[in-house]
């Protein structure tokens, strides 16, 4: 799959095109993954990115925002996390998480060190791409679907 993206990004038209591209596929990679593992079930997928991957809206987003839903028995955002790793390393991704959920909403950045220097997107190879993800535990009352 990485040397898919690899082959993706070679197509786009301007470097900022193609970063935007490499992180809307890892988004989208992320998502498939969260859909496998059942996180899905709790979580309700909304934000600037829900619009343009549900709704073809052109908004672009750099994050992917849930809210926790129905049942909360079954929400595990460490086991979410674990799930995404256990995906896309064996792809050749070398995936770091770092997580911070001692807080109502639950974030963690997904990082990707060196994707873009392989990609020919960045001239360092120290330079990381990151997604974020944040669930709200705790949405308003009237937020639910």
Sequence with gaps: MKDYLSDLVKQTKSPLESRNFAREYLQARILAALQRTGAMIPLAFHGGTALRFLYSHGRYSEDLNF?????????????????????????????????NDQRTVHSAFIRFPGLLFELG??????????????????????AGL
């Design 67 to 99: 809210a926790l839903e129905g049942n909360h028995k079954s929400y595990d955002f460490r086991s979410y996390l674990q799930a995404i790793r256990s995906e896309l390393t064996p792809e050749g991704y070398q995936v770091e998480l770092k997580v």
């Design 121 to 142: 997107l960045s001239p360092q190879r120290s330079e990381v791409l990151a997604v974020k993800i944040e669930v709200d535990t705790n949405p308003p009352q009237g």
